[in-house]
């Protein structure tokens, strides 16, 4: 099973940031998560929220602002006195190029980002030959449907809200890899259907030992959790 720290390892340094990705390198995850939205001048940033108040304290909209503009901003959230600038994709994808971490890029949906995302998104990711490495998830079966119009080879993830037995169709619908459940969702029989149908089938956020340990057994192929240090001392006990 496959760990992917959410927005890095976000529990222990500022969430989406250099700092939190490189953390989740040191805790060795298999992966990291990240949020990307289009700056206003359609540069792929790094970030969860569409505004920047909760995590960099100032109140803009994110495509309100240049990439230039938003990576002066230091996104240190309650790290008070670190200096943690919002980075753009390239910015991550160019340090992970030279590590062997999988890239879950989570496409946010909001009307700057559903008519251009893909493309960007996709760009930076073939500029560093990361397109074997990098899973390209969204709530949006929209913005998965655009994805795979751009590149069919892309592996895609849908995130799933709605009812679970329309979960195969959408998903199949979207032409998603996978899916990528709450783990409120999680049971063993959903599991091996989902993977008896060729999807891939992660689940978020799980940041116990013992949620951990469920999703293992229930035959998860990748657990998504602010904790990938307490994740990794899980796996390692259970092998
Ligand atoms: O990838 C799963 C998870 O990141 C989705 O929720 O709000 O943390 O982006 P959120
Ligand atoms: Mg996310």
């Known amino acids: 099973m496959d760990i992917?720290?959410?927005?890095?390892?976000?529990?222990?340094?500022?969430?989406?940031?250099?700092?939190?990705f490189q953390l989740a390198l040191a805790n060795d995850s298999d992966g990291v998560e990240l949020d990307v939205h289009l700056s206003a001048d359609g540069?792929?940033?790094?970030?969860h929220d569409n505004t920047l108040l909760r995590t960099a304290g100032?109140?803009?909209?994110?495509?309100?602002l240049s990439a230039a503009d938003l990576t002066k901003c230091n996104a240190n959230g309650r790290w008070k006195?670190?200096?943690?600038?919002?980075?753009?994709?390239?910015?991550?994808?160019?340090?992970g190029m030279h590590t062997p971490l999988l890239f879950n890029i989570e496409l946010k949906s909001s009307p700057t980002n559903d008519a251009h995302a893909p493309e960007k998104v996709?760009?930076?990711?073939?500029?560093y030959s990361l397109q074997k490495r990098c899973i390209v998830s969204s709530f949006s079966a929209e913005?998965?449907?655009?994805?795979?119009?751009?590149?069919?080879?892309?592996?895609?993830a849908w995130l799933p809200s709605g009812p679970?037995?329309?979960?195969?169709?959408?998903?199949?619908?979207?032409?998603?890899?996978?899916?990528?459940?709450?783990?409120?969702?999680?049971?063993?029989?959903?599991?091996?259907?989902?993977?008896s149908e060729q999807l891939y089938v992660r689940v978020y956020t799980v940041n116990t030992a013992l949620g951990t340990m469920l999703a293992r057994r229930m035959g998860f192929d990748g657990v998504i959790t602010d904790k990938p240090a307490m994740a990794r001392a899980v796996m390692k006990r259970q092998s």
């Open 122 to 127: 996709l760009e930076s990711v073939f500029q």
């Open 43 to 47: 540069v792929p940033v790094v970030i």
């Open 164 to 195: 679970v037995r329309e979960w195969s169709a959408q998903a199949n619908a979207c032409r998603a890899n996978g899916i990528h459940m709450n783990q409120r969702f999680a049971n063993k029989r959903l599991v091996s259907r989902l993977r």
């Open 143 to 156: 913005l998965l449907t655009h994805v795979k119009k751009v590149d069919d080879a892309i592996e895609t």
């Open 4 to 20: 992917f720290a959410h927005r890095g390892a976000s529990k222990a340094a500022p969430e989406n940031t250099m700092a939190s």
């Open 58 to 64: 100032i109140d803009a909209e994110v495509h309100t």
């Open 81 to 95: 006195g670190l200096h943690t600038p919002i980075p753009t994709l390239d910015k991550v994808l160019q340090w």
